[in-house]
């Protein structure tokens, strides 16, 4: 049976950012028997939209973006870790959202956000874009600073592992439905 891959991603890019913490924490949250790979979109560095196609072409002649649809295709879902900016979500995310088209479509994708208010208006603004690229978008949790983390990202006693934990299962299940995912 081939063990399941996971990617965790990390929806933040700026200079002393806490998302990495967040998506540790996440993967840490792993079932046993399945492998979650932090997936860091400032190490990807995608270009804003630089290929001369359009996405939905899928005809990609820039490396970077050849690279980022190699590494998506290689997961059996996503959980993306997505943090709020001014009522919305990371444009850095919007961008590798948007870089890519058939790869999105059947690909479980759960989605964990972290903010003042659990990053419910980032999500919200989400969840749009993620059911018109044709995920199968699974809602989790969502991290209020306070209450679950604290603003330097330590993840306090409080945050819902069980429900990250959940959130994983919801996936597996989706990846199985989806793909030769063994039960
Ligand atoms: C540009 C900017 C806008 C922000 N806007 C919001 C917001 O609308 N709601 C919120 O809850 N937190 C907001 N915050 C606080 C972030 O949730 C917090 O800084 C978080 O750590 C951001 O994730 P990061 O550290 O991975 O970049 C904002 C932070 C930045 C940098």
Redesign the pocket.
Known sequence: MSTPLIGIV???S?P????PK?ARWVSELAPYGVRAEVVDLAAIDLPFLADRAMPAQGEYDLPSTLAWSEKVGGFDGLILTV?????GY?AVLKNALDTLHAEWAGMPVGVVG????G?A??TGALATVLDRLRTVRLDGPGLR?GEDLS?E?DVLDAAPEDAVRGLYDQVLAAARESAALPV
């Open positions: 990390v929806s933040t700026r002393g950012r806490i998302g967040v943090a709020e900016y001014n009522g990371p972290y903010g003042w208010g990053a208006a980032a600073f603003p990202g």
